[in-house]
């Protein structure tokens, strides 16, 4: 394992706290039907039942709460107090912790850690990803497993996230920027609530970095991990590229 500096950037990072009444109702539960296929395909096919897991960055725990109903012993960590709140609802058999992904410890290890939804693209730059691939490492059991999903270099520009919907009470629409030369994209999410018959808009904005697929093994080869495999959309194996969002599955 190597060791990095902590910079001051390593404050906790809370950025989700203003969304979360809305992640918890529309892309939380979203994500969850999305992402669950790989996560059992990739990951819990490897597992023995009753595996205790870490959902790092868990939002508001609906992918949590499902694998806690199948048995596992789940640990739900994120740094927006508010996305935990609507986790502990959502969650309610889970440990859940508020700590920053890049600078964490567990009271028990993991046998597996997953962090899925482009949660580690908010993570800006492959120095503090290092970090969180560092506690992660430090967070696992011996022979345990990580597996996460990352928008690449290419992915951004090309695949933009879009979406929205409009609702009785609220409305909502994401757009997404990317800058080829930094590699680092930005997404805004515009929302009009409804409030005592008052409608207010709200404009929030969010920074992603995209990763190139070369860096990101070396980081976790530096890490400590072993036997990197990286698979697509799809699920199956496929060589490093960097044009596709993927999952990285790394052994400790
Ligand atoms: C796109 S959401 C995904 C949430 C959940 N994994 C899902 O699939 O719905 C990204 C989450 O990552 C969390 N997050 C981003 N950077 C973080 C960091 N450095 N430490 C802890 N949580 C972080 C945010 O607070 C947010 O809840």
Same mark, same amino acid.
């Given at each position: +394992?190597?060791?990095?500096?902590?910079?001051?950037?390593?404050?906790?990072?809370?950025?989700?706290?203003?969304?979360?009444?809305? $992640?918890?109702?529309?892309?939380?539960?979203?994500?969850?039907?999305?992402?669950?296929?790989?996560?059992e395909?990739?990951?819990?096919?490897?597992?023995?039942?009753a595996?205790?897991i870490?959902?790092?960055?868990?939002?508001?725990?609906?992918?949590?709460?499902?694998?806690?109903?199948?048995? $596992?012993?789940?640990?739900?960590?994120?740094?927006?107090?508010q +996305?935990?709140?609507?986790?502990?609802?959502?969650?309610?058999?889970?440990?859940?912790?508020t700590?920053?992904?890049r600078?964490?410890?567990?009271?028990?290890?993991?046998? =597996?850690?997953?962090? !899925?939804?482009?949660?580690?693209?908010?993570?800006?730059?492959?120095?503090?990803?290092?970090? !969180?691939?560092?506690?992660?490492?430090?967070?696992?059991?011996?022979?345990?497993?990580?597996?996460?999903?990352?928008?690449?270099?290419?992915?951004?520009?090309?695949?933009?996230?879009?979406?929205?919907?409009?609702?009785?009470?609220?409305?909502?629409? !994401?757009?997404?920027? $990317?800058?080829?030369?930094?590699?680092?994209?930005?997404?805004?999410?515009?929302?009009?609530?409804?409030?005592?018959?008052?409608?207010?808009?709200?404009?929030?904005?969010?920074?992603?970095?995209?990763?190139?697929?070369?860096? !990101?093994?070396?980081a976790?080869a530096?890490?400590?991990?072993?036997?990197v495999?990286?698979?697509?959309?799809?699920g199956?194996?496929?060589?490093?590229?960097?044009q596709?969002?993927?999952?990285?599955? =790394?052994?400790?």
């Open positions: +394992m190597t060791n990095h500096t902590l910079t001051s950037s390593t404050a906790r990072y809370t950025a989700y706290d203003p969304w979360a009444w809305l $992640y918890n109702q529309s892309l939380g539960p979203q994500y969850c039907r999305d992402k669950l296929p790989f996560v395909k990739l990951l819990l096919s490897k597992l023995k039942p595996a205790r870490l959902d790092l960055c868990c939002g508001t725990g609906h992918l949590t709460q499902h694998l806690a109903t199948q048995g $596992y012993q789940m640990v739900g960590l994120d740094g927006s107090e +996305m935990l709140h609507y986790a502990r609802h959502n969650a309610p058999e889970a440990e859940l912790i700590a920053d992904a600078n964490f410890e567990l009271p028990a290890p993991v046998d =597996a850690v997953f962090s !899925v939804s482009a949660s580690l693209n908010h993570i800006l730059s492959l120095a503090e990803l290092s970090q !969180v691939f560092d506690h992660v490492y430090a967070a696992l059991a011996t022979d345990g497993v990580f597996l996460f999903d990352l928008r690449l270099q290419g992915n951004y520009g090309n695949h933009p996230l879009t979406g929205g919907e409009v609702k009785a009470d609220y409305a909502w629409a !994401v757009g997404e920027g $990317y800058d080829a030369d930094s590699a680092m994209a930005f997404f805004t999410i515009t929302i009009f609530h409804r409030a005592d018959q008052v409608w207010q808009r709200s404009d929030l904005t969010y920074q992603a970095k995209a990763y190139a697929c070369n860096d !990101v093994q070396i976790l530096q890490a400590g991990f072993r036997s495999q990286i698979y697509d959309r799809a199956d194996l496929m060589l490093p590229a960097d596709q969002m993927v999952y990285f599955l =790394a052994h400790k």
